[in-house]
Nanobody, 127 residues
Framework: VQLQASGGGTVQAGDSLRLSCAAS????????AGWFRQAPGQDREFVAA????????HYADSVKGRFAISRDNAKNTVYLQLNGLKPEDTALYYC?????????????????????WGQGTLVTVSS
């Protein structure tokens, strides 16, 4: 499956953005998905994950209550709604996917548990 992330931009602290990740090549409903981010000079870190039918979600503590992951399998797309953005949210955001046979499980919140990756979309938050 191929993944294409979009929706990044430059915003001010407190603003919102919605990132999209469009999948192609295979029915996206067979894949659990997640978002990661990498700030300059730092390792790529987990942000959020969603099961293949959207019944289960999981968030990093740093974004819980501010970000929301969702998906529309009819559109082969997973979304990440970013609310209450902070300067420390500035990063390159990546979507990722892993084939899943479970409707409720999400992958582990580590890079190595995902197989397919998009190219990243840049989010810059100014203070």
């Amino acid at each position: 499956v191929q993944l294409q992330a979009s929706g990044g931009g430059t915003v001010q602290a407190g603003d919102s953005l919605r990132l999209s990740c469009a999948a192609s090549g295979r029915p996206f409903g067979n894949y659990a998905a997640g978002w990661f981010r990498q700030a300059p000079g730092q390792d790529r870190e987990f942000v959020a994950a969603i099961s293949r039918v959207g019944s289960t979600t999981h968030y990093a503590d740093s974004v819980k209550g501010r970000f929301a992951i969702s998906r529309d399998n009819a559109k082969n797309t997973v979304y990440l709604q970013l609310n209450g953005l902070k300067p420390e949210d500035t990063a390159l955001y990546y979507c990722a996917a892993k084939q899943s046979f479970s409707t409720v499980r999400v992958p582990s919140p580590v890079n190595s548990d995902y197989v397919y990756w998009g190219q990243g979309t840049l989010v810059t938050v100014s203070s």
